[in-house]
Every structure is written in C-alpha cells, then in structure tokens.
C-alpha cells in the first residue's frame, strides 16, 4: 500500500500540475496543509489575487471507490444547494465533479472546493467573537448540525450511494483488524454491534451522517458566528444519535483540565443543554434515542480504536498501544459510562489517556 509521503512526492512533482490543468488553476499559488496523524488526503489552498481560494484534494488510499466519492461529492452538492453553508464542490473544466488519474499503476481521485468562508476555532486561539458569549458559538454547533441531519432525513441518493456504517463496523472486520491479544476488546465490540442491529433504522434516526464533525472540520465567520462545514470523506449513513454523542465529546475540551469532576460534569450537562437547544431549532430528535447517549458513547469508541488500528496499518507499523488508545480500550472494556470523563480513571494532568498496554 503507498504510503503518505510516497503519494505527496507524486503529489508534489506530478499532480498538482496535472490539477491545475484540469480545474483551470494555473496561476494560483498551491500551498499543501499539512496532514494530522491519520490524515488519508493530500490537500492544498489554491488562492491567487482577485479569485475566491479553493481546496484540492488528492485522495490516494485504495479503501475508497470512485462510487464512494461521487455518493460524497452529490451529497454536498445537495446540501449546498438547500441552504446548508458546506464547502461546494466545483466541477472540473470538463464538468465532472470527481477526475481519476493513473499514475505507475495507481489511482488517485482528485477534486476540488470552495474554501470556507472564516477561520477554524484553533487558528483564533479558541477565542470566541469579541463581546459574544461562548453559547452562541454551542448553540451554532447544535444548529448546523440540526439542520444538516434535518436535510438527510429527506435525502434520496440521485445517482451513487455511499456505504453504510455495517459495511464497514462488522465483526468480520474487527476480528481481520484487531490484533488477536485484545480478545476482550473484540468481543466487546462484538456485543455492541449486535446491539446496534437491533435499532430502529427509519427516516427519523438514521440517514447520511458526515460523522467526523469537529472545529476542525468546519469554519467560523467570526463576524457573525456562522459555520461552514467541510470534509465529508468520512460521511456514511448511521444513526443521527451517534453524531449527537460526538458534539457531547467536542465539549470536553473547555473543560478537561478543570480537577473538580462535579464541576466538570455541570459544565457539560449546561454545554450539551445549548446544543440540543440550538440542534431542535431545526429538526425533532426523540427522547427515546437521546436515552441511548451511553450506547452511542460506546459506538464514538469503536470508532477511536478502529481509526487508530488502521492509521498504523496505512503507515505500515506494527500494531500498538499509546497512552490514548489504551484510555479509549479501557473505556469500552469496563463499560466507563461518558468516556471516563467523571470517573476515577480520568486524570486533569494527563487528559483521557491510561497506561500503555502491551499487545
């Protein structure tokens, strides 16, 4: 499998040129962004004087099919096109919203998109608007995503459709992708998967999910607050519930090195108040499914430990445990209710991580 600094020199050398040329890009200046830990694309800011900035992405892991990003690419566009503030997607000079190129035998899928009005939270040094309680910005996270699961529940696929959470959270995968050491944590995620195909699959709780939605995927125009959402590489169909219990998670972190856990937990309760209130503004969520939040915190685990076993199988390493994966095992194997996040295991000093464990 070729790794990412493998696909960056061809990036480099070979296909930001061969984009340029496809998308009509010449004379912009391309600045790559660096990638995070476990980043699967190659992206650049395309801006030059006068023009609006655009995104290129360079996709270059095989687990994806050409079907997989054109189901992607229509769902911005459909949400674009009824109101939701998403990065659209811009065809290429010859009107296709995806372009395949082989090189030496490999494919790569490249496309290319608005950039997104504003700054992400971090590149403001996570200060709010000037003058404007932090609420605003909780309720605004809760809105979007309201309304981006309000449009999914009317979302019929037009032409492709992307996959669906079982395609790929299955035990058969799970048994192929975690080391045989961690038996325990297999059968764990074992039990939780049969417990998620008892769940109600209708129209009011599952449907397309962006399912990584984080400050670190959207923008905020902090001259009114608004939030334009991006990166939808992840976006699969599942359970909306799971996405409510990963804004829950995305508000730790202005709270995670307060020592006093009563503290920690009214902070939260009040966080997660305003989300609700900001997200039934635009669409309806049972109570029923707002009771599964323990379940769904468990799922947002599943998720962390699969993400983590496969970044080091995409980079080639031997499998392993850090300080943070053995936190989120630990979580799932004793059943922590709210990811530790009020129990003894959690330490302030050391947020949500847990002695190394051996594989």
Known sequence: MMTYDEAVKISDS????????????QGYEMKRIPAHDGGRNIVYTCEREG????????????????????AELEYIRYLFEHGVMVSDVVP???????????HHNHTFFICLFKKAKGKMLAENHYQYREGVPITEYFYNCGKVLGKLHKLSKEYIP???????????????????????????LKKKMVELLKTLEGLERDSESYGMLHFDLNDGNYS????????????????????????????????????????????????????????????????????????????????????GIVDSFEVMRNNGEDPACDEELSYRIKCLEDDIPFRGFFHDIYSCENPFEYEARMI
């Open 158 to 184: 037009a032409v492709h459709r992307r996959y669906s959470f079982f395609d790929k959270y299955n035990a058969e995968y799970i048994d192929k992708l975690i080391p045989d050491s961690l038996s325990h």
């Open 14 to 25: 070979y296909l930001i040129s061969l984009g340029s040329e496809l998308y009509g890009l």
């Open 220 to 303: 905020i125009d902090f001259d009114n607050g608004d939030i334009t959402v991006y990166d939808f590489d992840n976006s699969c169909f599942g359970w909306y519930m799971y996405e409510l219990a990963d804004i829950w998670i995305n508000g730790v972190g202005w709270v995670q090195f307060e020592p006093d856990a009563g503290k920690r937990k009214q902070f939260m309760d009040d966080y997660y108040a305003t989300v609700l209130e900001g997200y039934r503004s635009e669409t309806r969520i049972e109570n029923s499914m707002l009771e599964k939040l323990q379940l769904f915190f468990k799922v947002t685990l599943m998720e």
């Open 92 to 102: 290429s000079l010859k009107d296709n919203l995806l372009e395949e190129i082989v």
């Open 51 to 70: 023009e609006e900035a655009k995104i290129l992405r360079i996709s270059y892991l095989p687990d994806r099919s050409r079907e997989d990003f054109l």
